[in-house]
């Protein structure tokens, strides 16, 4: 007799692989892009936006109007 998954339980857990794996994949191009100029090179001539992600990650509407309170503020 073999044990079977649910297939919401199958599709739940498709899912959180396809995350993880994605996650590992980002830090591993965020290890690289820290440690590597000639890799930070490559990847702004073929990948130019994900340059802008690495060096403004909190360019977001939301972080820029907490940024211009803080201003204003302090």
């Known amino acids: ?4 998954m649910e297939p919401q ?3 739940t857990f498709e899912g959180v692989l396809i995350v993880e794996l ?4 980002g830090a591993y191009l965020f290890k690289k892009m ?3 100029q000639n890799f930070r090179q490559t990847m702004s001539k073929k990948f ?5 992600v690495y060096y403004n ?3 977001t509407p939301e ?3 907490s940024e211009s309170k803080i ?3 302090g």
């Open 71 to 73: 201003k204003k503020n």
């Open 57 to 59: 990650p909190l360019n």
């Open 9 to 11: 339980a199958k599709k």
């Open 1 to 4: 007799m073999a044990h079977t």
């Open 63 to 65: 972080c820029m109007e």
């Open 22 to 25: 994605v996650d590992i994949w």
């Open 48 to 52: 130019p936006f994900i340059l802008e």
């Open 34 to 36: 820290n440690t590597g």
